[in-house]
């Protein structure tokens, strides 16, 4: 069979069986449903209907997946005929028994499509869900109607809203399957299943004529469902449509409910958010492909050092821990040590108290992990990851003794968050074994890594860091030497814009508060006091001897500082921290050391809305990205976006800092700029690769592919 499309062979291939219609999805990687499947599906449908031979349809994904839903790639381009929901529609209305044999992920269209056949079994390690809300839609092919009709409408709401994959045994239970094969091959277990139907008489049993089991209370139960909905999901778009969907359902005739859904879905589609996440999809598996991942392979990687069992150490050994990895953690003492373990063991307990793992789980995990005071036991770890102190003197001594001790071939690796690694890897004989691996805090959950390449790091190291990553599900960014890397280095320019702001005349609440509502979930002056402001205060005290004597300095945080208020820890710091309360409140205080500020720098404060301290804070972040990007410090501007989305908590259905400055056009960041320039012309230096974009017409977008 050929594609219509493009004369290509089709990616669906069937042949008879038995009297059993075999229609093979054959769309590498993952089976996504592209034009070319959607005919190939409608040509099998039609040669079911016509050949009389054909007494039963199966449905089966050829490779890893069933089908991982719609073509992702296809969205925001002309829609192709045939269409998705036509095609479930014709799979459904075959007066012949259709049933989906399931192995791997059915995901979105792929779950409409096996919901659209009659009948689904699954290989137990199968995934079912209808993760769209992630994209920014909802299930467009009829999945908001389905749904309801096998498992109920609360089920299936909630099924949607959350985007989560089921497991086969909880589809089951859920009534998305009729059974759980317990073999692995899904022909075979499609066919034993086509067999028993057929030796049966079993009738053909359509999806859309199935009553909805909680149709008498769930109108009730979704009101609620609609007001936490709304709660959660502040400023997403597609949740409340999804709900809208669930309604329809409940209330419409089947082909009216699917009329409704597909209005819903082409509202979705047309969103910019939809294109945002889209985008972010795409970005978290893009940073992973670099120069290095062609040029050489990754070395063995089964046992890890950690040096330092603080904030940071912990959490690394829990990850390395948690990807199933040998970890021996070093600390300078015997308290330390203990003081190490005591953070490991916390994480797990706390798993074990929510019964999230079991008692015997833990104690497997922790037997993976040594514990040490001397730094001769990393003689034969692979890797070796260091989070001492922020000091270049203290991670100089340890990566000299590193190079002693370690094996060769060892990949030497410094969490440093703003030091030179080119300067910590020349104590070494090895620099090109050295490389920055930059968590983020807690290591253990953050998704970002990223991972910065030094000017002697070889290839064969860089890709071992990116296994790492692989392995510990991390979200990997290629980076640069430079003070800050991607992210510290774009949030220290970001925040400077936020302290003029402050300086000027907005308050910090109006700032943080103007931030959540762009989508952060907290803003810069919430985030200073639950890092702590005596890590900023230590850092600005280490730079003030090298920062520009013409730059403007705010003072503000210094003040707060110097009275011993650092935040959450000291239960003061922008806001104060009542004891027992979640969160902070505005301190009246820390109004009274702004203006005083304000009077001392003789600044009269002006309004600010919260849409100038936004745009404030944008321009100062994509300014700055485009110097990352020209200097090379990132590979591509979704390389950015991936850093802010995973590690910063920018709103991901904003696509990511740079995806943002294209959405709302570079011309317009560049215009801003340079009004803002009038005041302080040395801090709104227009970045020249934004000028050289404006000037040439293009987004940043077009340097998202790799030369
Ligand atoms: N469309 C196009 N490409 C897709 C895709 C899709 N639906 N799903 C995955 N891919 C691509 C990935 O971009 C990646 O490409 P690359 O190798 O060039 O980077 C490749 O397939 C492999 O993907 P992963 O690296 O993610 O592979 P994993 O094995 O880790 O995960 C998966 C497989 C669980 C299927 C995961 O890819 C996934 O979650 N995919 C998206 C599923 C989804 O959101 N489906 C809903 C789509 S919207 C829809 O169906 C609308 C409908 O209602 C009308
Ligand atoms: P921390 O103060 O919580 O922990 C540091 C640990 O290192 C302490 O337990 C200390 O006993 C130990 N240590 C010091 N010198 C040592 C030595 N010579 N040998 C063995 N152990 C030694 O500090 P934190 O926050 O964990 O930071 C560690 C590193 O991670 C720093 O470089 C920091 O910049 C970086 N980092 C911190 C982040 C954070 O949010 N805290 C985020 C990302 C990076």
């Excluded at 493009?6 to 054959?26: C, F, K, M, W, Y």
């Excluded at 089966?60 to 829609?79: H, L, M, N, S, Y």
């Excluded at 609620?224 to 419409?252: W, Y």
């Excluded at 907005?506 to 907290?522: E, L, N, T």
Aim: with cysteine.
């Amino acid at each position: 069979m050929t594609s219509p499309a493009n004369h290509l062979p089709s990616p669906v291939h069937t042949a008879l069986q038995e009297g059993i219609l075999v229609v093979r999805i054959d769309n590498p990687p993952v089976n996504a449903l592209s034009a070319a499947v959607r005919a190939g599906l409608l040509a099998a449908v039609q040669q079911a209907q016509t050949d009389a031979s054909v007494r039963a349809v199966l449905l089966v994904g050829v490779g890893r997946a069933f089908i991982a839903g719609a073509d992702i790639r296809e969205f925001g381009k002309p829609p192709q005929e045939p269409l998705l929901p036509g095609v479930c529609n014709q799979i459904e209305a075959l007066d012949k028994p259709v049933v989906a044999s399931i192995n791997g992920p059915a995901l979105g269209g792929g779950l409409e499509v096996a919901m659209a056949a009659h009948y689904r079994v699954a290989t137990p390690h199968s995934k079912l869900g209808l993760p769209e809300v992630t994209l920014g839609l909802l299930p467009g092919a009829g999945g908001t109607q389905r749904a309801p009709r096998l498992m109920g409408a609360m089920a299936a709401a909630e099924l949607m809203l959350s985007g989560k994959h089921l497991s086969a045994d909880a589809a089951h239970k859920a009534g998305l399957l009729d059974a759980v094969a317990s073999g692995a091959d899904a022909v075979d277990n499609g066919l034993a299943f086509v067999r028993d139907l057929l030796a049966r008489n079993a009738p053909v049993r359509r999806t859309r004529d199935q009553a909805i089991s909680d149709a008498a209370t769930a109108p009730a139960a979704l009101d609620q469902l609609a007001a936490d909905t709304a709660a959660r999901n502040k400023g997403l778009f597609s949740p409340a449509k999804i709900i809208e969907c669930v309604r329809a359902a409940l209330r419409l005739p089947f082909d009216e409910g699917l009329a409704f859904e597909r209005a819903r879905f082409v509202e979705c589609l047309d969103s910019p958010q939809r294109a945002g996440l889209i985008h972010a999809f795409f970005a978290e598996r893009e940073v992973a492909k670099i120069p290095e991942a062609s040029a050489a392979q990754p070395r063995p990687l089964q046992t890890i050092g950690v040096i330092g069992g603080g904030t940071m150490g912990a959490g690394i050994t829990v990850a390395a821990l948690d990807a199933g990895l040998q970890v021996t953690m070093v600390e300078r003492d015997a308290d330390s040590i203990a003081r190490g373990r005591t953070n490991v063991e916390k994480v797990y307990n706390s798993l074990v108290e929510r019964q999230r793992m079991t008692a015997q789980a833990r104690e497997a995990v922790l037997a993976r992990l040594t514990l040490s005071t001397d730094y001769a036991d990393l003689k034969d770890v692979d890797l070796v990851i260091e989070a001492v102190f922020e000091d270049l003197g203290v991670k100089k001594e340890v990566f000299a003794q590193l190079d002693r001790i370690c094996k060769s071939g060892a990949v030497l690796a410094t969490n440093t968050s703003y030091l030179d690694i080119d300067a910590i890897a020349a104590v070494t004989r090895r620099p090109s074994d050295v490389i920055g691996l930059h968590f983020f805090s807690p290591a253990n959950i953050m998704r970002l890594l990223e991972i910065v390449v030094a000017e002697r790091t070889s290839a064969e190291v860089v890709a071992t860091a990116f296994e790492l990553a692989r392995k510990m599900k991390k979200v990997p960014v290629r980076a640069g030497v430079c003070d800050g890397f991607i992210g510290n280095r774009i949030l220290a320019t970001y925040r400077q814009a936020a302290d003029y702001l402050m300086e000027d005349g907005a308050s910090p609440y109006d700032i943080d508060k103007a931030v959540r509502d762009f989508g952060y979930p907290m803003g810069p002056y919430q985030m200073m006091d639950l890092a702590g402001g005596d890590i900023g205060w230590a850092t600005r005290k280490r730079k003030a001897l090298t920062r520009d004597p013409k730059a403007r300095y705010v003072e503000i945080s210094d003040r707060i500082c110097e009275r011993g208020w650092f935040g959450q820890k000291t239960g003061r710091g922008y806001y104060v921290y009542a004891q027992g309360v979640r969160g902070g409140q505005p301190d009246p205080e820390v109004a009274q050391i702004v203006d005083a500020e304000r009077a001392r720098k003789g600044v009269t404060p002006r309004a600010f809305s919260a849409d100038d301290i936004m745009r404030r804070n944008m321009a100062a972040m994509v300014n700055e990205g485009a110097k990352v990007l020209d200097e090379g410090v990132a590979l591509r501007p979704l390389d950015i976006d991936a850093t802010f989305i995973f590690g910063y908590g920018f709103p991901r259905w904003r696509g990511g800092p740079m995806f943002w400055a294209d959405a709302y056009g570079l011309p317009n960041v560049l215009a801003d700029i340079e009004a803002f320039a009038k005041e302080d012309a040395l801090f709104w230096q227009p970045a020249p690769l934004l000028q050289k974009l404006v000037a040439e017409g293009r987004g940043f977008a077009s340097l998202n592919t790799l030369k």
